[in-house]
């Protein structure tokens, strides 16, 4: 079954371009495209696309902000960052929201749809140019980098309040599934079983006041 893709680009000529060159691929469906965030976050629910291709820099909301909002509301669908340049607090930003894969603009044809094919099939990809910088940027910091979203912190620091799920979701307004699957994936993260390991080991990283 071909991976059905959503190409989300505030430039027409790159999204023409885009389209043109999956528009090749046998084993690619183009389901559509967006100029900016908050449109693919609109056109998800009726495309429901397999993966996400997205422009870093957005018009509004950019690519980092626009991941963490997919990986809430639609965790299955992945999301391969495109972007021009070695950003590496951009891609760091892009990362700790989810981001599955990192491929730059200038990627000729068949690496890109390679790309989107190994993320798709649930593998995390990065161009070998942009690697440097994703390392760079977790070094950069006083602090290690958290292994955690920005959600998911938000997520673990409720718990360590003893809120339970549903009042978690409430303040946070998500579904009780979204904050569970934050849960699933704290869990996963720090190598722990259950929700009181989750805390005490988050206390002794630092990652909750």
């Known amino acids: 079954m071909a991976v059905r893709v959503l190409i989300t680009d505030d430039h027409p000529v790159v999204r023409e371009g885009l389209e043109f060159m999956l528009g090749m691929n046998a084993d690619i469906e183009l389901v559509g495209t967006a100029s900016d ?7 998800i629910p009726s495309l429901k ?3 996400v291709l997205m422009d870093m820099r957005l018009p509004g909301p950019d690519g980092a902000e626009v991941t963490t909002v997919i990986k809430e509301r639609h965790p299955e669908v992945k999301v391969l960052i495109l972007t021009a340049e070695a950003d590496g607090e951009a891609l760091r930003r892009a990362l700790a929201a989810g981001a599955d ?9 068949p690496e890109l749809a390679s790309a989107i094919l190994e993320v798709a099939a649930g593998q995390s990809v990065v161009a070998p140019a942009l690697t ?4 760079a940027a977790a070094r950069g910091g006083n602090a290690p980098a958290s292994p955690l979203s920005d959600r998911e912190r938000e997520v673990l620091q409720l718990l ?11 303040g946070l307004f998500v579904s009780e599934a979204t904050v569970k699957t934050h849960v699933e994936n704290i869990l996963r993260k720090l190598g722990v079983t259950d929700r009181t390991e989750a805390v005490a080991e988050a206390f002794r990283r630092g ?3």
Do not use: W
């Not at 440097?132 to 390392?135: K, R």
């Open 49 to 51: 696309p397999d993966l």
């Open 101 to 109: 894969g990192f491929m730059l603009k200038s990627a000729r044809p």
């Open 37 to 43: 965030g908050e449109e693919a976050l609109r056109y």
């Open 132 to 135: 440097t910088a994703l390392f």
């Open 207 to 209: 990652l909750v006041a």
């Open 160 to 170: 360590a309040n003893g809120k339970t799920n549903k009042e978690i979701a409430a």
